[in-house]
């Protein structure tokens, strides 16, 4: 097949390069076909090892394809093809070149089977995401893109030094399962665990994801933490460490979603917490249970795109995405609420939804291996994702009360865009064999029993009922404009304090060290200075003496030649007479 | 001008709503006793764990996030220069 010249990950980045040249509806089609020419390669690849490219005397690996890769990889390229479909009008080519480039890097890592292609691809993706940060154009966008692009920097340093120590130990650059043991080991985990936003090295993403454009958030919310995910599936799984963090993922930030002004941001909060479903997912790594965090993965990767999507659909139309500013935009923009609404009921794993049939895999895994506590915690979390995304998203923003703003339904294209993934999240609740089929392991599980319908029911709806009275009652957090802190304190407001004292200590420091140093290089100056001074005059009073100078012209000369020497203003053929007249007298002592 | 929906202006229809809401919720209780809870842990087996646990859950959540807000709530400009 022609289509299988080129890796995946390259037809995206190369094809990127041409989009600035094109204008119009030929660049739509490109923009929208670059995609679909991907997705067919993808689907007449065959299991096994391609694209391997000699590189120093090592093999680099640039299309390791397994049921694993290859399901990551369908999401992933489904997704561009949402978020470009979403983004068609825009017209800054920064963001489409960068949006595609980062698509591209991000299954470059997924198919990457050597740890080589994987780090490369790995830092075209922070590089290439943080143009998309940025892509807004405002002073707060620029900061946290420059905090964003820091963090990474430093996790990819963690990766890479994990990296180098394992090509040392193991001789090879190819790499599967690791597992903990050793530093390498942990290096590595550090590394991807913090570009999954693992707590608690996940402050980069509530900061840095809700500061991209509309569109370009929507890219973001997909990549970054999904490969992370996919690359702990493949190189720790059962890692017992996974099911403290993620149990702290599904939990912690379900606090902040509630209290969260920016509705963006609440958003980023829940990604972290489906973001936890998976790790734990992982950590328990029981083949039910590593299948419904790949399968929890790809559903997610597209109600979270849906959600955002929703959410950007509002930023443009209204200029405003703050829980305190909107409100009551169902009735001009009710297409748009209706498909908020299937993301909701998808993230909330209503039965029917996509959400139910993967996240019900990985809380059953949970309770196959009669991990109580871990059962509870993600029960409770299932009630937290119900309050922020199921009812606060969609209600603050199209219900609530009503900021009188009567915006306009967005673009078709958007409208299409967001049609396509609610009917995906339909789909996927529905037929969810298709999806099944596609997991790494054989799949012997029924989403759809009675006492699972009904249990989950139960759950979602007597939240709800909760949230019902506590609204009515005013018992309900309000809605309050402001910041919440956040571990990027250590580095935003700490950081400054640091600054700030290191300044203040180790510069007076400097300033004592600085007095101290010039005091005894200023005092032996002016003892090799008054020396060289009195050498001279030792040596030309007996001159004079001999030429016949006495008294008071001896001590006019006597005075004159100490100050022009203290002073440097000998001329210069003196001065070198008296360098080296004290040469001589050095050597003759000597 | 594009015409609005209105639908929830009518305080009628919010009524109606919640109504359904309730007799879904009672529904959902009914329905228990029709299907086998094979739980693998023995709180499944109580009736309505589930209708609990999610009420008592989001109650909680509630709350105790309005005492998180006193200790981590800051000025929208807290991070401005």
């Known amino acids: ?590 | 001008m594009k015409k609005e929906l209105t639908i929830f202006d009518n305080p009628k229809n919010v009524k109606r709503l919640r109504m359904g809401f309730f007799i879904a919720l009672v529904l959902l209780l009914i329905a228990e006793s029709f299907v086998e809870m094979h739980g693998e842990f023995a709180v499944e087996h109580f009736y309505g764990f589930y209708a609990v646990y999610g009420f008592i859950s989001y109650v909680l959540l509630i709350f105790v996030a309005k005492v998180l807000r006193k200790f981590i709530m800051r000025r929208e400009d807290y991070y401005d220069h």
């Open chain 1, 1 to 590: 097949m022609i289509t299988n010249m080129l890796p995946p990950a390259l037809i995206f980045v190369l094809g990127a390069i041409l989009i600035p040249f094109l204008r119009g509806k030929v660049k739509a089609v490109y923009m929208l076909a670059l995609p679909v020419v991907v997705f067919i390669t993808l689907l007449n690849l065959s299991l096994g090892n391609t694209w391997i490219v000699e590189f120093w005397g090592y093999e680099l690996i640039m299309g390791r394809i397994d049921k694993l890769s290859l399901v990551f990889a369908y999401a992933f390229t489904i997704m561009a093809f949402l978020g470009i479909l979403f983004a068609l009008q825009v017209k800054d080519n920064l963001q489409h070149v960068s949006g595609f480039i980062y698509a591209g890097s991000t299954l470059g890592v997924v198919l990457a089977g050597d740890f080589l292609s994987l780090y490369i691809f790995w830092e075209i993706m922070a590089v290439s995401s943080t143009f998309l940060i940025i892509a807004s154009r405002t002073r707060a966008s620029r900061e946290a893109g420059f905090r964003y692009i820091l963090v990474h920097l430093i996790g990819g340093l963690f990766l890479l030094a994990g990296i180098v120590l394992y090509i040392q130990k193991t001789g090879t650059i190819a790499f599967d399962y690791i597992g903990l043991d050793g530093i390498e080991s942990y290096l590595i985990f550090i590394g991807i665990a913090l570009n999954a936003a693992a707590i608690p090295l996940h402050a980069w993403l509530p900061d840095a994801y809700p500061m991209g454009t509309p569109t370009s958030t929507v890219f973001l919310s997909a990549f970054t933490t999904k490969s992370a995910v996919y690359l702990l599936i493949r190189t720790f799984p059962g890692a017992d460490i996974l099911l403290v963090i993620g149990a702290l993922m599904v939990s912690l930030p379900i606090f902040y979603a509630v209290l969260e002004n920016d509705i963006r941001r609440v958003l980023a909060y829940s990604l972290m917490n489906q973001v936890g479903f998976m790790l734990v997912g992982i950590g328990i790594g029981t083949e039910l249970a590593l299948n419904g965090a790949v399968a929890h993965a790809f559903c997610h990767i597209i109600y979270k795109a849906l959600l955002f999507m929703a959410a950007g659909s509002v930023l443009q139309m209204t200029g405003k995405i703050k829980c305190t500013e909107i409100g009551g935009l169902y009735k001009t923009m009710p297409l748009t609420c209706l498909f908020c609404l299937v993301g909701a009921a998808s993230i909330s794993a209503f039965p029917l939804f996509s959400g139910f049939v993967s996240k019900s895999m990985i809380i059953s895994a949970s309770a196959h291996e009669k991990i109580f506590l871990i059962w509870m915690v993600l029960q409770f979390a299932s009630t937290g994702v119900v309050d922020h995304a199921g009812i606060k998203v969609p209600f603050f923003t199209f219900f609530g009360h009503d900021s009188g703003i009567r915006a306009k339904e967005p673009p078709l294209n958007m409208l299409f865009a967001m049609g396509i993934a609610a009917a995906l999240c339909v789909g996927l609740g529905v037929f969810y064999q298709p999806l099944y089929n596609l997991l790494p392991f054989p799949v012997h599980y029924e989403p759809y029993t009675g006492a699972h319908v009904v249990g989950q029911l139960q759950l979602l709806m007597f939240g709800a009922l909760a949230f019902t009275l506590l609204i009515l009652s005013g018992y309900y957090v309000p809605e309050v404009r402001s910041k919440n802190l956040d571990a990027d304190w250590t580095y935003r407001k700490f950081g400054r304090f640091a600054y700030k004292l290191l300044d203040k200590g180790l510069n007076s420091l400097n300033r004592i060290s600085e007095g101290v140093l010039m005091g005894i290089v200023k005092s032996v100056v002016s003892f090799f200075n008054r020396a060289a001074a009195n050498i001279a005059l030792f040596l030309s009073v007996n001159i004079w003496l001999l030429l016949g100078y006495r008294d008071k012209r001896l001590e006019i000369k006597k005075n004159r030649l100490y100050n022009d020497i203290m002073q440097g203003t000998l001329p210069i053929g003196i001065g070198a007479a008296v360098a080296i007249s004290f040469i001589l007298l050095v050597f003759l002592l000597t």
